[in-house]
């Protein structure tokens, strides 16, 4: 009978590799040149990051040979945008400002201004997102350079209730044209 795994038999306990905490990274977040007022305090009010890129997905094609199947992968990629959700705290400043709502409302009309109807065009909205993570050292081993980033979608709707003590959280979707990923020990070919 096989002994069981002991702590001298594993490299990862007898290395000290650390494992990867998903709470620590830090996001920049640059909306278009024309939104200057509170922008610093974007990165002091975000919760969550999700909707990062993992692989650019390719699907998949198959032949056949009789009864035998061989696959490839297609000719085209299905997406090479990425869509980020990223979750904002809100407060109000000492001027009764809701900053954060009013920084990602400013942005999203840049696009489209529902009260006057005016368009605008990409030059004038597009932003761009820098995302970090790192070990609890601050080492950063992954990174990601989001440009060409555009608001995509509604904000989160506030839901009053008397009796409820929730605080108003806002998600802000975002869409990136293109990215660029570092990673520590990438494998390129």
């Known amino acids: ?93 000492e001027e009764n400002n809701m900053y954060i709502y009013n920084i990602l409302r400013g942005w999203a009309d840049l696009t489209y201004d529902p009260l006057t109807g005016r368009q605008g065009l990409k030059r004038d909205y597009y932003g761009e997102i820098y995302l970090a993570m790192f070990n609890k050292a601050g080492d950063i081993f992954r990174e990601f350079r989001f440009i060409s980033v555009i608001p995509n979608g509604n904000l989160t709707a506030m839901q009053l209730d008397y009796s409820s003590n929730t605080l108003y959280e806002v998600t802000a979707k975002f869409r990136a044209d293109a990215w660029r990923e570092t990673r520590v020990g990438e494998i390129r070919v």
């Open 1 to 93: 009978m096989a002994g069981l795994p002991h702590w001298d038999n594993s490299r990862a306990a007898t290395q000290y590799y650390e494992p990867i905490y998903q709470n620590q990274f830090e996001v920049i977040i640059t909306p278009p040149a024309s939104i200057t007022q509170n922008v610093d305090l974007l990165v002091e009010h975000v919760l969550t990051v999700g909707g990062i890129p993992e692989l650019t997905p390719v699907g998949v094609v198959t032949q056949n040979y009789k009864f035998a199947q061989r696959s490839y992968a297609e000719a085209r990629p299905e997406k090479t945008t990425a869509d980020l959700d990223i979750k904002f705290t809100v407060n109000l400043n």
